[in-house]
């Protein structure tokens, strides 16, 4: 299987800045696209950013022009980057990930355990 570990999250001042990590581990597999989602209460799990391999990346209107997203293929690491975070960012931040393991086509999709992220105002 494919395990991802989040770090990062917490509680954040509204207007400070938010960084969170997630990191792949496992053996005999590739990563097609790496990303983030939130779930905040009440409300369904909405997509935050991915990236794929090559680096091409997709935003959320939401957040277009607070949030980077980065990824280091060799580290099997993708990053979210947060700048002004807001209240309305307050929500439970997971990380995704989907690809194929090596030696033939069987695909799979992985999501971490969430962190908490709380955004004060």
């Known amino acids: 299987q494919v395990q991802l570990v989040e770090s990062g999250g917490g509680l954040v001042q509204a207007g400070g800045s938010l960084r969170l990590s997630c990191t792949a581990s496992?053996?005999?597999?590739?990563?097609?696209?790496m990303g983030w989602y939130r779930q905040a209460p009440g409300k369904e799990r909405e997509l935050v950013a991915t990236?794929?391999?090559?680096?091409?990346?997709n935003y959320a209107d939401s957040v277009k022009g607070r949030a980077t997203i980065s990824r280091d293929n060799a580290k099997k690491t993708v990053v979210l980057q947060m700048n002004s975070p807001k209240p309305e960012d307050t929500a439970i931040y997971y990380c995704?990930?989907?690809?194929?393991?090596?030696?033939?086509?069987?695909?799979?999709?992985?999501w971490g355990q969430g962190t908490q992220v709380t955004v004060s105002s």
């Open positions: 496992g053996s005999r597999f590739t990563i097609n696209v």
């Open positions: 990236i794929t391999s090559g680096g091409i990346t």
């Open positions: 995704n990930a989907d690809g194929t393991y090596l030696g033939g086509t069987r695909k799979y999709v992985s």
